[in-house]
């Protein structure tokens, strides 16, 4: 079980691992991307990156496991795709990449519209996001119940500030 990522990777349908290879290709071809798991970092990290496809086939999984969490905290949308070699392939390259971050799609830009679409319907029937509406409502409802809170507190450092001379005696 320790051979689990840490991260939580959410079911890509094969129709959309295809949309998200060609979107590659077209991007590869006509516009820019960055190969490898190395400068799709970089990419994300400058906010560079339109779109970040992750190979699932990578190994060990530690190599890309930051690349999620880190396309999160960036607002970056990301894909999984199942196979490195075709993520390579669809990159225009002969090895295999366990990431491409997409900078430009070029011709692609209606296709990778269409990917992060998708994706984000999935993510959402997921939770992440569904749980962080809950938790919205709950702080709009704490600062109403902190004000009459914050009234009983003032008291109390009056009763503080009668302690520290005693306080202050000992120590003299």
Known sequence: MSSKPIFVRFDVPPEVM??????????????NIRKGANESTKAVERGMAKLLVIAMDVDPPEIVAHLPLLADDKKIPYVYVDSK????KSAGIDVSTSAVAVIDPGKGKPLMEEVISRVSAIRLKGAPEAEAKPKEAPEKEKPKEEA???????????KKAA????AEKPSE
């Open 148 to 158: 009459p809170k914050e009234e009983k507190p003032k008291e109390k450092p009056k």
């Open 85 to 88: 070699s075709k993520l390579g």
């Open 18 to 31: 295809e949309r998200a290879y060609e979107c590659v290709k077209l991007a590869a071809e006509g516009g």
């Open 163 to 166: 302690k520290k001379p005693e």
